[in-house]
C-alpha cells in the first residue's frame, strides 16, 4: 500500500481544514486507513481510523468532536476533517494504514504540515 497525504498550511484559528490521503495498493477491504499527527516537540499522536471495507471510523478520545474521518472508494481517498481549528492543531499530519487484524501500522505516507496562527 502506498499512501500520499496533501491538503496541509497555513489557516487561521477557527477554519475549518480537509486533508486528503491518496491511497493505492491491491485488496484494501482488508486495511484500515488511521490518521496520527506530531506537534512539535512531541510524539505522534493518533487522531482516529477508518475501516475501508465498511467505512467504520474510530477516534481517539480527545479527537471526538471536531475530527472526522472518511474514505472515498471510488476516489481511493482517505479524508480528514478538521473543524474550529486551534493553535494546538499545528502539527505534521500523516495517513497510515495497517491491515485489519494487525496491531500497528505498516504502511506510512509522508505527512502533510498543518499551522494554524492564532
Known amino acids: 500500500v502506498q499512501l500520499q497525504a496533501s491538503g496541509g498550511g497555513l489557516v487561521q484559528a477557527g477554519d475549518s481544514l480537509r486533508l486528503s490521503c491518496a491511497v493505492s495498493?491491491?485488496?484494501?477491504?482488508?486495511?484500515?486507513m488511521g490518521w496520527f499527527r506530531q506537534a512539535p516537540g512531541k510524539e505522534r499522536e493518533f487522531v482516529g481510523a477508518v475501516n475501508w471495507n465498511d467505512g467504520g471510523t474510530n477516534y481517539a478520545d480527545s479527537k471526538k468532536g471536531r475530527f472526522t474521518i472518511s474514505r472515498d472508494n471510488g476516489k481511493n481517498m482517505v479524508n480528514l476533517e478538521i473543524d474550529n481549528l486551534k493553535a494546538e492543531d499545528t502539527a505534521v499530519y500523516y495517513c497510515?494504514?495497517?491491515?485489519?487484524?494487525?496491531?500497528?501500522?505498516?504502511?506510512w505516507g509522508q505527512g502533510t504540515q498543518v499551522t494554524v496562527s492564532s
Open positions: 497510515a494504514a495497517k491491515w485489519i487484524i494487525a496491531q500497528g501500522y505498516n504502511y
Open positions: 495498493g491491491r485488496e484494501l477491504n482488508v486495511y484500515i
